[in-house]
């Protein structure tokens, strides 16, 4: 299975047969959910406020050398993921708190910011989430100290346009405020303010990150309208990962060779897993960074239990630096077969070798397949793997935008510390 190299491409040694008229269905479904908002987004988006997140990234980018984003899962994974991967340029750093309840992570955040202007954009639907609640306590008594009156107009909240106790802060306080849509879920959201707002002030394009998931919403319309959805790569993963799953197989290992993506495969887990980890099912969602991974897990992907499958998320075109392997007098290392090679040219050979031991091996891979690692194809990404978890969520039987579970722990917790109401 592929698609023009022109575009994302799916590949499989497995065969499938796709019921077009159940995708449609779960297609109808998801964007008549409450929380579908996110399917027509690309196009839909509320072009004022996307203009202010631009104004807003350019003041931010004038007086702070740190934007610290408050948030955890959803809202943060994604746009970490993103600035990760581009290290785009910018006179601002974004930095992150909010997302684990760790004394020693807060206090090196704070040894950053110590003589460093910053500013706050703190990211909450409802404001009373544990952690990220914690850590702008902190980080407000830090930045009040810092510019006392003025410490509220460094202030960014991101949260619910009309209630909850964020909302509320930040109308009597008059911080600037973005809107968190009621139809998004976190992990669906960073096409939204929670996001862009981050991505603009790192330094990314975020118009082109925009119009790279519009491409993606073209290709599905287009699929609909042509009866082609069979074809749609997108929905082409989601059926085989749910085919593989249906035989035994049971946790999927998301795979690159890119370092600057490790943060793309934790937002990619925390999609899948929220989305399909319910009533006892699911696949286990689990990534790894290779060559590197080759060197710890490599021996149980390739000699252990066969309940795995693999994604591989591959790129057929180069992009930035690249090195030639420099000649040596006299070979002391052996690497003179490598001498006059491109870096990029064995770590795409190291790619395919890696594909086929682990399919010699009895893994099943699947190649989601880029034309290259930039803005565009990162949006076209993001609207890929967010399309393929909700179909593939559907076609387990289960809600892709709750999660039920993720308050078990939260319960426990406030019986521990005491939480009377």
């Known amino acids: 299975m592929s698609q023009s190299r022109s575009t994302l491409q799916f590949q499989s040694s497995q065969s499938l047969e796709i019921d077009q008229s159940q995708v449609k269905q779960f297609l109808q479904e998801i964007e008549t ?3 579908g908002g996110w399917l027509n987004l690309p196009q839909d988006y509320g072009r004022s406020e996307f203009k202010r997140i631009k104004k807003t990234a350019q003041a931010i980018q004038t007086n702070s050398e740190y934007l610290v984003c408050i948030g955890i899962g959803g809202s943060y994974l994604g746009h970490r993921a993103v600035i990760d991967a581009l290290q785009p340029q910018s006179p601002t750093k974004v930095l ?11 206090d090196n955040l704070f040894a950053k910011l110590d003589d460093k202007d910053f500013s706050i954009n703190v990211i909450s639907k409802s404001g009373t989430t544990t952690e990220p609640a914690i850590a702008f306590r902190f980080l407000k008594e830090k930045l009040f100290a810092r510019y006392g009156d003025r410490a509220a107009s460094r202030i960014y909240a991101t949260t619910d346009a009309s209630f909850g ?17 009621n139809n998004i879920g976190g992990r669906y959201s960073v096409l939204t303010a929670v996001g862009l707002l981050p991505l603009a002030v790192s330094g990314v394009d975020i118009d082109q990150l925009m119009s790279g998931a519009a491409r993606e919403l073209l290709a599905l319309r287009s699929s609909l309208d042509h009866d082609t959805l069979d074809s749609l790569p997108a929905v082409q993963y989601a059926y085989m990962r749910h085919s593989l799953y249906q035989s035994g197989l049971e946790t999927e290992v ?22 399909e980890g319910k009533q006892h099912q699911g696949i286990l969602p689990t990534s790894v960074v290779y060559t590197t991974g080759l060197h710890s897990l490599g021996q149980y992907l390739q000699d252990g239990r066969r309940n795995i499958f693999e994604t591989m998320l591959e790129f057929t075109t180069a992009s930035g630096p690249d090195f030639q392997i420099p000649s040596i007098a006299n070979n002391p290392d052996g690497l003179g077969y490598l001498e006059g090679m491109k870096l990029s040219d064995i770590n795409q050979k190291a790619l395919q070798a890696t594909v086929d031991a682990h399919r010699n091996g009895g893994i099943p891979v699947l190649e989601i397949i880029s034309p290259e690692l930039d803005i565009i194809n990162l949006g076209r990404l993001i609207y890929f793997f967010e399309l393929a978890c909700a179909l593939s969520a559907k076609l387990s039987g289960v809600n892709p935008f709750d999660q039920p579970g993720v308050e078990d722990y939260k319960t426990r917790m406030f019986e521990l510390l005491g939480r009377t109401s």
Not at 96 to 106: D, H, I, K, Q, T
Not at 254 to 275: D, V
């Open 96 to 106: 992150y708190a909010g997302n684990s309840l760790s004394p020693r992570e807060l």
């Open 165 to 181: 106790a964020l909302h509320n802060e930040a109308v009597q306080n008059n911080y600037s405020r973005f809107t968190v849509p």
């Open 33 to 35: 959910d409450p929380m």
């Open 254 to 275: 998301f795979a690159t060779f890119e370092p600057c993506l490790r943060e793309f495969g934790e937002w990619w887990k925390q999609l899948f897993g929220e989305s």
